[in-house]
């Protein structure tokens, strides 16, 4: 949204604030840059705003992963029931062009890695991994039937200062309770690819900007993976803990739906020309940085 804002779009959110963080957009609602209307989408009164809208930015999610096994069906409602909202919305007021954050979790466990988007055995293993895949199903339909264009965007794992969840926040938390032990789930040999918000709002932005179809699908993420049990160690440095002891709950993944392995394809990104470099190994260590420094955890 700082980066709409930069390139001087007239901005309206609606957010009901239920993960989100209001004074992220404090400083634009003061200036005036940006409207902001706090709001449920499962629930009506919002979707009046969409009419003069000229593409809706589709981020709403529950995005816990981890958490999706606990309650299914509550989840199915907040990422697949509410998606749907957002698209008779959009139909009831004539907006055409979607863009939805999608994940590498619709994937499942990949045989194929880098997995590029035309990978063919769509498994995912994880409740979260099935909405958002059932997510793009309805995004194309709406999209080939209706004459729009959408872009859905599957990301590695993304993070920054701001992020409110996720392994390095989790770490960090865990840190500041025992500072001489950290449990890593799993055991810490699980592999993935994180990349960084100004790198991933960049490739949206690009991509948007240089493809039009009514289903535009995209990887984001680094072109590298990085180890947990090497996140554990940078964020330890980071917050200038070098004595910690780790400590793991052992197998090969963290949790039930957890996938151990994730590595994306990024060349059809890169074949539209963008040439942003990022690697995990940086994403990681920028985004411990500002949640310990900047954020003051
Ligand atoms: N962070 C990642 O690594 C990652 C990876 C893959 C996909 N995604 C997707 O990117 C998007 C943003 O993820 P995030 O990590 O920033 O999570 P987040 O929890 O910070 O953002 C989700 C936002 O949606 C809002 N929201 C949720 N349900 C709502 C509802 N019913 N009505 C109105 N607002 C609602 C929350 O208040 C929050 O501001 C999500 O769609 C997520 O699935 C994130």
Redo the contacts with the bound molecule.
Sequence with gaps: MDALVERGESVTV????????IRNIAGHIGSGAVRFIK????LDG?QEHLRDAGRIY???????VRASALHPEEVYI??VH?TVRVLEAMRMAGCTEIV??????VYGEADLIPTPEEYPRMEPISI?GGT?LACEAMISAYAHTFGWKSWVF??????GE?????VIWDFIHKLRQNSRELEILGDGTQTKSYCSVPACVDAVLFAVAHTSAPFTCLNIGSEDWIDVTTIASIVADEMGLPDVSFHYTGGDRGWVGDIPRMLLSIEKLRSLGWRYEVTSQQSVREAARALVLERGF
Aim: charged residues 20%.
């Design positions: 609606i957010d009901n604030l239920s993960t989100g963080d709001h449920d989408l499962l919002w589709h981020i709403a999610a529950d995005p816990d907040r990422n509410a939805f954050t999608s994940t590498s979790t979260y958002k599957r990301f590695a794992n993304i993070i701001r992020s409110n969840h996720g």
